[in-house]
């Protein structure tokens, strides 16, 4: 039988739980979450196919407090639909997603621990200590989360809202059906700052614990998820923080996308495929507007009004009130291919972005870096307005200014679809990173200094007489 070492695991559990210190072994666990622990002692083995899953309930009594899993064990996507039965249950009637694009336990243990009074899931914590029943599984199989809301949907008959501006009041009237409240988190861009990272995953707690909050003062009773779609990669401080590197679609993160891309079919042809891992937009500093599930997850956006071409394409996303505030909002791609004589091919170029609000006010952006040949799709890490990203949208207008966009693993392809794929992808990041060239830079010092050493060795001249200590002794003559 196998048996629990309490280092790691316990001092998770102390984190996770807000007590600060490690429980011993043998100590009662305190009352409140229920801690399947035993996958945290194979880091090493499955550092790459897992996601921790919080669960939590206004019900009592809504999971069963004895675990039964062992240590290194990854919960299945069955294994997982039988931890889930409870939230079927008649009572409560509401169900809460908190689906993050990525998320793994090193995080709750390295940003709590580094960063001292700046805890980033603090209301996490609280929830998780106050809630009548929770349940915290570490070790998740991220296929059986990658697939979580088609699984749920299947499962019962949900009336589904995607939340985007935390609105609830409409919970009330909805007494007929469960209602199933979809919340796409932040992402973490943990590849560019570790101060980023910390504040993405603070605002996601603030999100959590706020929507948490007004459904408990509200008396309704619900129970949620805390998950991710794949595991995150922690950037630790004595790393090299700027490490977005050449990432083509067939690496292990592109291997099975969560969800289909958006194709533009035309007849039988499919004529754009477009793919995001999350698309988000800020408007006037405030209005944070997330499409990702509107886009990809639960399609609700219109493309019939993209327009194919063999010289141009252009991939117009629709959205109906995707906010308060917002009647309509369209998203434009405008592509164009043509054919370079340096180069001797076609290329395809993302030639501007365009955001047309409420169909009046239009704000236009510029594209940089986004092109590929006419065959090949194009694929970034990170796109947007920020100054950061390797693929940026310049505003070219007043009104784009009052805009932020943020696109991460990009991808799109305007021509040349072929069975309603993406073809091999150019990636935005070239061969030549900062690294690449520091070692460029210095080797070339290195063997700058070895010629010279060798020229100057080279030009050494030998003595023309020498003294033979057997013949007369060699004199030299001085005069004034």
């Known amino acids: 039988m196998a048996r629990l070492c309490p280092a790691a695991p316990l001092l998770l559990l102390g984190t996770l739980l807000g007590t600060g210190a490690p429980l011993m072994p043998g100590s009662p666990l305190p009352p409140g979450p229920v801690l399947l622990l035993g996958s945290l002692l194979l880091p090493g083995r499955l550092a790459g196919d897992h996601v921790p899953a919080l669960l939590w309930s206004s019900v009592r009594s809504q999971w069963n407090p004895e675990p039964a899993l062992h240590e290194g064990h990854i919960v299945s996507a069955q294994e997982l639909a039988v931890l889930l039965q409870p939230v079927f249950s008649p009572r409560p009637r509401n169900l809460v997603l908190f689906l993050q694009e990525t998320l793994s336990i090193d995080d709750f243990t390295y940003y709590s621990e580094s960063y001292g009074n700046k805890n980033p899931f603090q209301n996490v914590q609280e929830i998780l200590q106050s809630s009548p029943s929770s349940l915290v599984l570490p070790a998740v199989d991220s296929k059986a989360t ?79 998820i805390y998950t991710a779609v794949r595991p995150s990669r922690i950037s630790r401080r004595t790393e090299t923080m700027w490490n977005l590197r050449r990432q083509l679609m067939a690496t292990e993160e592109e291997d099975s996308l969560p ?40 399609p609700n956006v219109d493309i019939s009004s993209s327009k194919c071409s063999d010289i141009n394409t252009t991939l117009s996303l629709k959205y109906t009130k995707p906010v308060n505030g917002i009647n309509s909002l369209e998203i434009r791609f405008i592509m164009t291919n043509k054919f370079y004589g340096g180069s001797a091919r076609n290329w395809s170029t993302l030639d501007s972005v365009e955001i047309v609000q409420d169909e009046e006010k239009i704000a236009r952006f510029n594209v940089s870096v986004i092109s590929a040949p006419a065959e090949y799709s194009f694929h970034c890490q990170l796109v947007g307005t920020s100054s950061l990203y390797p693929a940026r949208l310049i505003p ?48 070339t010092i290195l063997l700058w200094i070895l010629a010279y050493g060798v020229h100057m060795i080279m030009q050494l001249t030998a003595n023309s007489r020498f003294d033979d200590p057997k013949g007369p002794a060699l004199s030299v003559p001085q005069t004034e």
């Open 146 to 224: 990658r697939h979580l809301l088609s699984f749920l949907q299947e499962s019962g008959d949900w009336n589904l809202t995607n939340m985007t501006n935390l609105d609830i009041s409409h919970l009330e009237a909805n007494t007929s059906k469960p209602n199933l409240l979809v919340v796409q988190l932040q992402p973490l861009i943990s590849g560019l700052s570790e101060i980023s990272t910390l504040e993405a995953m603070a605002e996601n707690d603030k999100i959590i614990g706020r929507l948490t909050m007004d459904l408990e003062e509200r008396g309704i009773h619900f129970s949620a």
């Open 396 to 443: 070219s207008n007043n009104e784009a200014r009052n805009w932020d966009v943020f696109i991460s693993r990009f991808q799109l392809q305007g021509f040349n679809v072929e069975n309603n794929q993406f073809s091999y992808a150019s990636d935005c990041t070239g061969f030549f990173s900062p690294g690449i060239w520091m070692g460029l830079v210095t080797s």
């Open 259 to 298: 969800y289909p891309p958006v194709n533009v079919t035309i007849g039988n042809n499919t004529c754009i495929l477009f793919y995001a891992g999350n698309f988000s937009l800020k408007a006037n500093n405030s209005v944070f507007i997330d499409l990702t599930n509107a886009t990809f997850v639960i």
